[in-house]
Structures are given as C-alpha cells and as structure tokens.
C-alpha cells in the first residue's frame, strides 16, 4: 500500500514498471525529483529516527560531502544477523542528486563521485518474512544477474559453477561467523550460497 500511503501524506507519486532493472528504476527516481540530496528507501527498510537526526545534520552541516554510506542491520526471521553476509552490509542511500548515476540492473550500485562519508545510525531492512518468499526472491535476482552477466559475456567454468556456493556457504556461515546468529543465520547462509 505503498502509492496509497504516500498519497494520503499528500506525497508525488511517480510510477513506472520495474521491467527487471533496478539501476533504471533508481537513475528514473533521479530525473524526477527536484531536491538537492536524495535518500533511497526500500519498501522493506525503515529510517530510524536516530538516522533521520543524523540525516538532517549531515545536510545541513554539509562540507563538501557528496553522499554517504549506510549500515543496513538485518531481521530475518524476527531475528537481528549480526554476523555473516548480512551484518557486513553497507550501502550508498543518500547523495548529491547530480553528482552519481545508478549502474547494474540487479544489485545495483549507486556511482557517486567525489568525497563520501559514512553515517553510524543504521537502516533497519526486514526482508523475507518466511522461507518461501526468500528463495522466491533469490530466484528472480539470480535470473536477472544471470541475464546481466551473460550480456557482459561473462563465462565460468563447470568447476565454478560446483565451487562457488560451497566456498559461499564457507565465507558467510564460518569466515564471517554466521553460526553466532543461530539457526536464522544457517538458512541465510544456505541460501545465499545458492
């Protein structure tokens, strides 16, 4: 009820088909609107107030500053990961409306440039609120990453198509102690290996 919400608040509301690019979507959000600083904000991620503060101080107080990274905390499951993948997690979400554009149509990556500081208030992300829906998930970003790769030509081997979710798996469930975020933390890390 995302349009309905926006519009109750008496919010613009711009709409136009995803058709699997999120850099598009994104850059398409960019030529819309009309402020100088732009946050990004999933349908699944809630700002603090203890980010909104320091959101406001940052561009008040702006020296030079293009944009800023975003610790993004992880609830999966009704649980807080606080190790693997998931808790290393930062992302670019807030910048110069003019000064990046938005690249990859899945897994996007916001390319600002100039200087870029760091926030220390996190985004709160509650994504996948049952297993079905995050495989679900992890199917179509994998279609599209598929398809995205396979117009940059990029080629792998058998032997890494076999390797990468078990050094995947090794990565998040034991290098990045995933196992401390109990069994929420297992499924995460079974899955993403995939």
């Known amino acids: 009820n995302t349009v309905k919400v926006a519009q109750r ?6 709409q136009r088909h995803l058709a699997g690019d999120f850099a598009a ?23 603090t ?3 909104a503060n320091e959101i406001r101080e940052a561009i008040k107080n702006n020296t030079g500053i293009n ?36 690249e ?11 200087k870029i500081s760091e926030f220390k208030e996190p985004l709160l992300h509650y994504p996948h609120p049952n297993v079905a829906q995050f495989i679900e998930e992890i199917n179509y970003y994998s279609t599209l990453n598929a398809k995205f790769l396979r117009h940059q030509e990029v080629k792998v081997s058998w032997w890494q198509i076999v390797a990468y979710p078990v050094v995947k798996f090794l990565l998040d469930y034991v290098w990045y102690l995933g196992f401390l975020d109990g069994t929420a933390g297992a499924v995460v890390a079974i899955l993403m290996s995939f």
């Open 49 to 51: 107030p203890g980010l």
């Open 67 to 102: 944009g800023y990274w975003v610790k993004r905390l992880d609830f999966i499951f009704g649980r807080l990961l606080k190790h693997g993948e998931t808790g290393r997690v930062r992302l670019l979400r807030l910048a110069k409306r003019d000064k990046g554009v938005w």
């Open 25 to 47: 979507q994104r850059n398409f959000g960019l030529r819309e609107v009309r402020g100088e600083w732009i946050l990004f904000v999933d349908s699944d991620e809630v700002v």
């Open 104 to 114: 990859r149509p899945v897994h996007e990556v916001w390319q600002v440039e100039g």
């Open 9 to 14: 608040f008496k919010a613009k509301v711009f």
